[in-house]
């Protein structure tokens, strides 16, 4: 087991990516829903929902600076309530 002292944040990134690959997958799922909707029924707010999602997942596409203050808050979290042995 490791040190709560030797964690660094390049341990965090497959952390931050699995989490972004779910949500973008959940925001694409609900996009591709209304698509499917306004195919059927042809209403427009369909349309409008699938374009309100695009934008969540163009907005969330991850900066290096964003990825590293995440990974940081991280790391001050577990130092500052490391987890306990068993």
Same mark, same amino acid.
């Given at each position: =087991?490791?040190? %709560? $002292?030797?964690? !660094?944040?390049?341990?965090?990134?497959?952390?931050?990516?699995?989490?972004? #690959?779910?949500?973008?997958?959940?925001?694409?799922?609900?996009?591709?829903?209304?698509?499917? =909707?306004?195919? %059927? $029924?042809?209403? !427009?707010?369909?349309?409008?929902?699938?374009?309100?999602?695009?934008?969540? #997942?163009?907005?969330?596409?991850?900066?290096?600076?964003?990825?590293?203050?995440?990974?940081?808050?991280?790391?001050?979290?577990?130092?500052?309530?490391?987890?306990?042995?068993?």
């Amino acid at each position: =087991a490791r040190r %709560v $002292e030797e964690l !660094t944040r390049l341990e965090f990134y497959p952390i931050f990516q699995i989490q972004m #690959i779910v949500g973008c997958a959940l925001l694409e799922g609900a996009g591709l829903f209304n698509v499917i =909707a306004y195919l %059927v $029924e042809g209403q !427009t707010w369909s349309l409008a929902i699938v374009t309100w999602l695009v934008a969540l #997942i163009g907005i969330s596409i991850p900066t290096v600076d964003k990825v590293n203050n995440w990974a940081d808050d991280r790391l001050r979290q577990i130092q500052l309530d490391p987890p306990q042995p068993n």
